[in-house]
DNA sequence: GTTGGGACTGTAATCGGTTACACCGCCGAT
DNA sequence: ATCGGCGGTGTAACCGATTACAGTCCCAAC
């Protein structure tokens, strides 16, 4: 910046309100500046400036790992809102546990001036200890307390699928379930277990599965379910890998989906609507989950005194399809 | 960071040395130190120190769009090889057109040490013109003269699919084409029509259809293609989108996938696995395309002298599913 | 008893911008 | 004629770190 100050014979002050619209400048030198930034190919610096203006234009987004379509989708709602409000987009995921979380919180602090972060089982001191104060963080699906978050409505979710199935004429919906200690897990045996609770279904505990929300549980699940000596007549997994796996244990069992059992699954990931039996699910706004998660830290972010932002729920849609014998 | 300093009754440039290990430093004061810093939570603002070292310790990843596995791939072999290097990794993507692209470029030039760009009919006067001399840039499949790049060998993983048709017994294997102006389509029809060539294979220009790498496309094509005449007997995609998007189009036709008709595509997205038939396809290391990418940059930040990096092509390989008639 | 050197620490310049403030001309209003 | 105000510009402080350089202290060696 010095050197086209020097070459348009102007100070550095000039300069930097020529390049940024503030102050007034007369039309000859403005022309002038403008000219010779260009032959000088100068971009300004953008870490100088954010030291002085003391915001990075940057939010962090921390993900638990950037496996499959779900965190593609994450990334891309959270890049969409931020790009829109030309801000940038610093991505981090962490793989390992409590330390690698913090190690990845402390750097990106003084990088970002806010945080989108999902992490299943984060804990709030695990956030204050590592956080400055007045650093805007959005939660992803976690419910934290003293924080904001954007979550969807899992028991609702669950619960409408369970109604679903119920209403094509289902009493005996096995559940395969998702991690112990999630909570997305948690909601979605809660929607499960009032579903069935206030429909009158059969409540028998055998038809509740342990599983990790992965294909391989799935799997497990599914041979499990279809050895059962009193089968159920539907199958709702926690997750749409887990139906997946579950379907491919079922196709091995020699069962047809969904002339014998009907499955749903969770999540209505971009897989879902190419399997065969094209599965039913719950659709999950996750790129709309990102894209909210982005506004809610910029507003905190422009209006930093304005304290917590406020948490958002967000509604899921039944998607039917082949797989739960109602569907096209 | 003057805070610590007062209130450990020392210097800025104490406590530097300190967080730094650079300097020699007394026991006690270096405790002191650590702990009124850990006392008042203190985090180093990075913006402040990317100024000083003149490295933003970031590298910023530019592709055309975030959706679907395949760029979700990408990034993720790119945020793994960036974490690796104790680095952080910007993201952007680019959707409409040139202006967008320049504007992108600048606002990313003074935060990233380096750039990976993927952006299919890149120029190389754009880079010349929007980057500063000396940013390391890797692009990602495309050729660019002067830049380096990671790529795959389309012609060579194209060809060897069509010579694995021609295996199965087909002497009629039609194509369907990628974007016309894109350098990944061009090179797989060259494989293609090499391997036509060299394996005598039935010639006629109406196999070779015009697509653009969507399904949509692959729909429209795989219907053109049921409707012909003197029918193929096998199907060679430019890539999985448009494979599955013919493979409706046939089923819709009556026609059976392999029994009637064999069917490739390339990529070997997630999703072939899952379609039904699933899909035989070239898997491309989209994964280490992007790490790869990624060390050559961080070689290139940390050896600035060593000249443009050299490109590197990766290979393909063929997999073998059920669409094909041969595969499990 | 000097003196040299190493361990330790502080002062201040620097990175590349932004901006409060001071300054200068020139205008119209009183 | 004087003065206030405004457009246009430069000077210099500042953002929060790093680090060259210059001490200061202490101890061993001569």
Redesign the pocket.
């Known amino acids: 910046?010095?050197d086209v100050?020097r070459q348009a014979?102007?100070?550095?002050?000039?300069?930097?309100?020529v390049?940024?619209d503030?102050?007034?400048?007369?039309?000859?030198?403005?022309a002038r500046i403008l000219e010779t930034a260009g032959a000088l190919r100068?971009?300004?610096?953008g870490?100088?400036?954010s030291?002085?203006?003391?915001t990075t234009e940057t939010v962090g987004v921390l993900l638990p790992n950037l496996y499959g379509d779900f965190y593609s989708e994450v990334i891309r709602g959270v890049e969409g809102a931020v790009r829109a409000r030309r801000y940038h987009t610093l991505l981090s995921s962490v793989h390992d546990g409590l330390d690698e979380l913090t190690a990845a919180l402390r750097t990106l602090v003084?990088r970002v001036d806010g945080l989108v972060v999902m992490s299943p089982d984060i804990e709030a001191e695990v956030l204050e200890a590592n956080l400055p104060p007045g650093l805007p963080v959005v939660l992803l699906g976690a419910e934290v307390a003293g924080h904001a978050t954007v979550t969807i409505d899992n028991e609702a979710g669950a619960a409408a699928m369970v109604e679903h199935l119920a209403r094509q004429g289902h009493r005996r919906i096995a559940h395969i379930r998702g991690g112990a200690g999630n909570a997305d897990a948690q909601a979605r045996l809660a929607g499960y277990r009032r579903a069935v609770a206030e429909g009158g279904l059969d409540a028998d505990p055998d038809l509740v599965i342990a599983g990790d929300f992965t294909e391989a549980a799935g799997y497990a699940a599914g041979q499990a379910l279809a050895a059962l000596d009193a089968r159920p007549t539907a199958v709702f997994a926690a997750n749409d890998a887990m139906a997946i796996g579950a379907l491919r244990a079922f196709r091995e069992a020699g069962l047809d989906v969904p002339a014998d059992l009907a499955l749903a699954g969770f999540d209505d990931i971009l897989v879902a609507r190419y399997v065969t039996p094209a599965l039913t699910s719950v659709h999950v706004p996750i790129h709309e989950m990102g894209a909210r998660a982005v506004e809610a830290v910029l507003a905190a972010v422009a209006t930093p005194e304005a304290g917590a932002p406020a948490s958002v729920t967000l509604p899921t849609r039944l998607v039917v399809r082949a797989s739960c014998g109602a569907g096209g």
Chains 1, 2 share one sequence.
């Open positions: 910046m010095r100050a014979g102007v100070s550095v002050a000039t300069v930097s309100r390049l940024n503030s102050g007034p400048v007369g039309q000859d030198t403005r100068y971009v300004r610096n870490t100088a400036r030291l002085t203006m003391s003084g």
